[in-house]
T-cell receptor
Framework: GAGVSQSPRYKVTKRGQDVALRCDPI?????LYWYRQALGQGPEFLTY????????KSGLPNDRFSAERPEGSISTLTIQRTEQRDSAMYRC???????????FGPGTRLTVT | GQSLEQPSEVTAVEGAIVQINCTYQ??????LSWYQQHDGGAPTFLSY????GLEETGRFSSFLSRSDSYGYLLLQELQMKDSASYFC???????????FGTGTLLAVQP
């Protein structure tokens, strides 16, 4: 596609439910990044992949968060047993290779009630 | 730890020049990037300084001084459409990740 796409764009879930957020990077982009952005703050690094290999997951807040990119293209960020503090904008970005020039998707606004 | 600090808000008038500063404390630093984010939109890449000095891209310029752990974004001939949040981001660390600053909200007034 023309840009990074994310789905769903909005997700409202009840506390304790699991959610899966999807990211479809720009075709041919090797690197894929997940960030979380609170209102009025900068993107907070969560994890990133080169191809299907997860290179760094140091930003994942706890073991309820996981991510995968099994075929080196689409990626899924999964949050298990959601809590209200997980409410945020989750953004995905991709780049041709590991780079500072990253292309961000529109984000998924997650609300945990 | 890693941290990048920026002023929270800056106000300027159309046609003026504004400088947004960024100081950083990071390990394994390679360079400094700048991103623009309009309200409700996604961050978009503006520039990257891998070396000390000034990089110019049209109306925008970015500067880095490694010895001072300091950089800035300079916006010239300000336009109303430049009203947005601007983030500096440090690139590097053991795994070449991007760590974003706190962001500066620029308001351009007529």
């Amino acid at each position: 596609g023309a840009g990074v796409s994310q789905s769903p764009r909005y997700k409202v879930t009840k506390r304790g439910q699991d959610v899966a957020l999807r990211c479809d990077p720009i075709s041919g982009h090797v690197s894929l990044y997940w960030y979380r952005q609170a209102l009025g703050q900068g993107p907070e690094f969560l994890t990133y992949f080169n191809y299907e290999a997860q290179q760094d997951k140091s930003g994942l807040p706890n073991d309820r968060f996981s991510a995968e990119r099994p075929e080196g293209s689409i990626s899924t960020l999964t949050i298990q047993r959601t809590e209200q503090r997980d409410s945020a904008m989750y953004r995905c970005a991709s780049s041709l290779r590991v780079s500072t020039e990253q292309y961000f998707g529109p984000g998924t606004r997650l609300t945990v009630t | 730890g890693q941290s990048l600090e920026q002023p929270s808000e800056v106000t300027a008038v159309e046609g003026a020049i504004v400088q947004i500063n960024c100081t950083y404390q990071t390990s394994g630093f390679y360079g400094l990037s700048w991103y623009q984010q309009h309200d409700g939109g996604a961050p978009t890449f503006l520039s990257y300084n891998g070396l000390d000095g000034l990089e110019e891209t049209g109306r925008f310029s970015s500067f880095l001084s490694r010895s001072d752990s300091y950089g800035y974004l300079l916006l010239q001939e300000l336009q109303m459409k430049d009203s947005a949040s601007y983030f500096c981001a440090a690139y590097g660390g053991a795994t070449n990740k991007l760590i974003f600053g706190t962001g500066t909200l620029l308001a351009v007034q007529p």
